[in-house]
């Protein structure tokens, strides 16, 4: 994919397949949606998860957005990347929005209190990537 259709497909809701490395220096792999921080992908997750104690031992991630069911539908973007944890409240609370706008629709006011009690324990993840691996078997001519 050129870097404008990259852009095209990661801002669509895709799943975002997340994988950090272990203690042991296994993948330690999670699903999750994505938002943006300044333009680049970021994670919502909790302060304590293992991907954010996994990241403050060591910041490198790779991570994968994929499409497609045949063959000849196969889409996908790979991050390889390092991620840098922000906690600052306002930052956590504007990817929360972001995140739920992309997957869950319009976001209200009444939604607002319920999201900043979910912020509170909650970090932002930016994907600072370094190198983007991407492909479109539709451009292959490749059989559906």
């Known amino acids: 994919m050129t870097e404008a259709e990259v852009g095209v497909f990661l801002a669509e809701p895709h799943h975002l397949q997340v994988a950090t490395i272990g203690v042991s220096g296994r993948p330690h792999l ?8 300044d333009g680049a992908p970021a994670l919502w997750t909790y ?9 403050r031992r060591d910041p490198r991630l790779t991570c994968l957005a994929e ?12 991050l390889v990347a ?4 922000v906690e600052d ?6 990817v929360g929005q972001s995140v739920f706008e992309r997957y869950q629709g ?14 509170a324990k909650r970090v932002v993840v ?4 370094e190198q983007v691996v991407s492909w479109d078997h539709a451009k292959m001519g490749a059989p559906g």
Do not use: C, H
């Open 82 to 85: 390092r991620g840098t944890i």
């Open 47 to 55: 302060a304590r998860s293992q991907k954010v104690v996994n990241l």
């Open 126 to 129: 930016r994907i600072d990537v």
């Open 30 to 37: 999670v699903t999750m949606w994505y938002g943006f921080l």
């Open 89 to 94: 409240p306002a930052v956590v609370l504007a």
């Open 67 to 78: 499409s497609g069911r045949a063959y000849g539908e196969l889409k996908g973007v790979e």
């Open 106 to 119: 319009p976001f209200t006011t009444d939604d607002r209190p319920r999201l900043e009690r979910m912020s």
